[in-house]
């Protein structure tokens, strides 16, 4: 990667970056082309009728999931990070397990264990002779239940891109605080937090754009939002033209969301100060705090990992399949391919787009980084169709003109291939790279850009030299992240995958929507396991990557 940078000019720079961006935005295009052509005779109805409805539950459906996740993604980094209590060494690769968990799998296992027939409630009613109708339950198919399941799975992006700034943090801005006379929480909301503001609203807004765009677990749940809409417009009304009109809804939203977080930050700036060797000593907790501390990390944990995971593997036991067999090994090679191509553009598409920002600042490139972004609020299965479309245009052309000038056929070149699901990935999950690049990027004091340049270097050493070294932890979050979220993609895999090339995700669903819960537990589970080892790595690179374990990129001398 620093070899490639170093050898990139500013035009290659440049138009690679417009290249990206614009991967990104033509399923986005033809998706406003599809709104704004189709008649509004579908949306009148539904504006009419169950649009506000729609409207109110995604709202408070976002506004639940942004508490939950910046609470507790905000609060666990900070503590695993800044203080120092038993069992932290365990808990700090153990909070981001969850992020491994589709939330619609914990929804099936929840609902399998909370519900009426689960064991919670009849262990209840064996031990009191209560009937259904003498208690009252907290029904898990419900928005505050989506809610919960959505917050467990999607903290972790908090958690991973908070911790990565605390760890950037200087400490000596901490410390002058400590110094004088503000307490651990006082200095903590006063300089620890305003300097990883940046991260955590990154963190934040990718969670609710997530949450936006989320149909399995809302509509196993009964939960109507605009992404349970633009399904049902889509394959019940066979509407494609207002189902492209609410996915422009959720597109707005969108924008409207980052341009306020944009807009609160407005020109303000948190670099760090002071050398990279001054480690800060953790805070040591001890008796009730430090029993505090371990009930906060430790509680997102079990609901998020532990009790889901034994959950599926008592439904996977009993289902009897085996994992070693051929087609689950297929099943097995196609997700692992898929995540790791696209995990790999994805995040080197988004480091060129960042970088360019970076280095060239001008209204382009940054308007390239805000159009690149969009994909992450449209339900897959829309963006899906939005590159179908034209690249089916694209090769019945080309396989027509063959035909005309050769007498050949080439067939679906793009459209039957893998490589258009890795673009609908890419767009789909471009915004989380680049939420996690600019976290670690905002950190990098411009002055240092300035010092190098003066030295002679020139972009190309800059990046390779000074920017790659030290946004090791942020590009390692960045692969995660895509990695983690490819594997359990589903809606774009159903719509985009060549024929008899199924993926983990894809087998769990076939399995689930035939009330084969107990077999589809089995395919969960080893997306979950595959997803751990990138997690455990990443959580100890980053736990490397602490004051005075890090080191200073070196200029290397002129040629």
């Not at 905000?74 to 589709?102: D, K, Q, S």
């Not at 929804?107 to 909370?114: G, K, S």
Request: aromatic share 8%; proline share 6%; with cysteine.
């Amino acid at each position: 990667m620093r070899a490639f940078a170093k050898s990139m000019r500013p035009w290659q720079l440049a138009t690679l970056s417009a290249i990206a961006a614009g991967l990104c935005l033509l399923p986005v295009l033809a998706v406003v082309v599809a709104a704004l052509g189709s008649g509004f005779d579908t949306v009148r109805a539904l504006a009419e009728t169950v649009l506000p409805r729609y409207a109110g539950a995604t709202a408070l459906l976002v506004v639940l999931v942004a508490l939950g996740t910046g609470a507790i993604g905000t609060g666990a980094a900070w503590l695993v990070t800044m203080t120092a209590f038993p069992g932290r060494r365990l808990l700090e690769i153990a909070l981001a397990l969850p992020m491994a968990f589709p939330a619609y799998v914990l929804a099936y296992a929840y609902t399998d264990f909370l519900d009426h027939p689960g064991w919670v409630q009849t262990t209840l009613r064996d031990l009191t002779g209560w009937g259904p109708r003498d208690y009252w339950f907290p029904e898990i198919r419900s928005l505050p239940g989506a809610a919960a399941m959505l917050t467990l799975v999607l903290y972790p992006y908090v958690y991973l891109l908070a911790r990565a700034a605390f760890l950037s943090q200087s400490s000596t801005a901490y410390i002058a605080a400590r110094t004088l006379g503000r307490g651990p929480m006082a200095a903590f909301f006063r300089v620890s937090l305003p300097m990883a503001r940046p991260a955590i609203a990154g963190g934040v807004l990718l969670a609710i754009m997530e949450t936006i765009a989320d149909y399995g677990t809302v509509s196993y749940f009964g939960v109507q939002t605009f992404a349970t809409g633009i399904y049902q417009s889509w394959f019940a009304f066979a509407d494609r033209g207002a189902a492209a009109q609410l996915a422009l809804c959720l597109l707005i939203v969108a924008l409207v969301l980052a341009w306020a977080e944009r807009a609160e930050r407005g020109a303000r700036r948190q670099h760090a100060a002071g050398r990279r060797y001054e480690a800060m000593e953790p805070l040591t907790l001890s008796g009730p705090a430090a029993f505090a501390a371990i009930l906060a990390c430790g509680l997102p944990v079990a609901l998020g990992f532990v009790l889901p995971t034994g959950l599926l593997l008592s439904m996977g036991w009993s289902s009897g399949q085996v994992l070693l067999t051929p087609r689950y090994l297929d099943f097995l090679q196609n997700s692992l391919t898929l995540a790791a191509i696209a995990a790999a553009l994805t995040v080197a598409a988004a480091l060129v787009l960042s970088v360019n920002a970076r280095l060239h600042p001008a209204p382009s490139s940054r308007a390239a980084i805000r159009l690149a972004g969009l994909g992450y609020a449209v339900p897959g299965g829309v963006i899906a169709v939005g590159l179908l479309v034209p690249f089916a245009a694209f090769d019945n052309a080309l396989d027509a003109f063959m035909r005309a000038r050769f007498d050949i056929s080439t067939g679906l070149l793009v459209t039957g291939s893998i490589w258009l699901m890795v673009v609908a990935y890419m767009v789909r999950f471009m915004a989380a790279a680049l939420a996690a690049h600019d976290a670690g990027l905002s950190a990098i004091n411009p002055n240092m850009d300035a010092v190098a340049r003066t030295l002679g270097r020139g972009p190309r050493r800059i990046i390779g030299g000074v920017h790659l070294p030290l946004l090791r932890p942020s590009l390692l979050t960045a692969l995660l992240i895509v990695f983690v979220d490819v594997m359990k993609e589903l809606p774009a895999t159903l719509i985009l995958r060549p024929f008899n090339f199924d993926t983990l995700a894809v087998q769990a669903h076939r399995l689930a929507a035939d009330e084969r819960l107990d077999q589809a537990a089995v395919p969960s589970l080893v997306i979950a396991a595959v997803g751990l080892l990138p997690v455990i790595l990443l959580c100890r690179a980053l736990g490397r990557g602490r004051r005075g374990e890090t080191f200073v990129p070196e200029m290397e001398a002129a040629e």
